[in-house]
């Protein structure tokens, strides 16, 4: 009798392949300020403190604002502490300054995006990230994602002005499996990864090297824990090339 695979044991829900999200500082985002009161204000603070966060890969500074408010955000390249910042449509495009996409000049670079007005921060936020702000349109503001897709965004959106930092950190190689290990695990990930063709028939449908005991890898939807692995209600087998749109 085989023991349950990978899926089953990690849908249980066991401290194993749960994240220590105990050790997270805070969410990256920005303070709640109505939409159009930020898009006609400017707001001074202060750059507190740069921290780690564990399973981030960019440092959170603490901004504290003169009224009062105070939040974590991604910091970006450039920032230290002890830098005076402004948040509002008013505010001048420079590193750091958090305005409304309506009043960022057209080619600059941001970070930090909201996707639709009030939501505190969802696009371009990991390490070395940004958009382009490429026009401002009666349809609204258009930018040009990480991924190299254009889209039109609400121009009451806030954006950091600036390319998230720690944009190199990627260059540098584990060297060993260890490193890997607990990068992984900060992140809740399971590491190292097996293929189910390298394991034996009695711990994962996929298992046997045997040539007769290949199987087609596509499963359907509704299928049980222990039968769902693979590609899960795939249209077609394999993977899509991807398009780059420039």
């Known amino acids: 009798m085989g023991k349950r695979i990978r899926v089953q044991r990690r849908g249980r829900g066991g401290s194993t392949y749960r994240a220590s999200t105990h050790k997270r500082v805070a969410a990256a985002k920005y303070p709640i300020i109505a939409p159009k009161e930020a898009y006609e204000a400017s707001i001074g603070g202060i750059i507190d403190s740069l921290v780690h966060d564990p399973g981030r890969g960019a440092p959170l500074a603490l901004v504290k604002f003169e009224n009062g ?36 000049p057209e080619g600059t670079l941001v970070c930090n995006l909201e996707l639709r007005p009030g939501d505190r921060g969802k696009l371009a936020k990991s ?17 040009r994602l990480p991924s190299g897709h254009t889209r039109y965004i609400n121009d009451y959106c806030m954006a950091t002005i600036g390319v998230i930092s720690a944009s190199g950190r990627t260059d540098k190689p584990f060297l060993k499996a260890g490193e890997k290990f607990h990068q992984m695990k900060a992140k809740g990930h399971k590491y ?3 293929s189910g063709r390298k394991m034996v028939p009695a711990v994962h ?42």
């Not at 070395?128 to 258009?142: D, N, R, S």
């Not at 046997?208 to 049980?224: E, I, L």
Request: glycine share 14%.
């Open 69 to 104: 408010d105070k939040c974590y955000t991604v910091s970006p390249e450039g920032t230290y502490e002890g830098q005076q910042i402004h948040f509002g449509g008013n505010a001048s495009a420079e590193v750091g300054n958090i305005l409304s996409l309506g009043k960022v």
């Open 127 to 143: 390490s070395g990230a940004y958009a382009t702000v490429v026009a401002h349109t009666p349809q609204g503001t258009m930018i």
């Open 192 to 194: 190292p990864r097996c």
């Open 205 to 246: 449908p996929y298992g046997s090297s045997k040539r007769s005991a290949r199987r087609c890898t596509t499963t359907s939807h509704g299928a049980p824990p222990g039968q769902k692995v693979g590609l899960i209600a795939a249209r077609s087998p394999g993977q899509k090339k991807k398009r780059i749109i420039r």
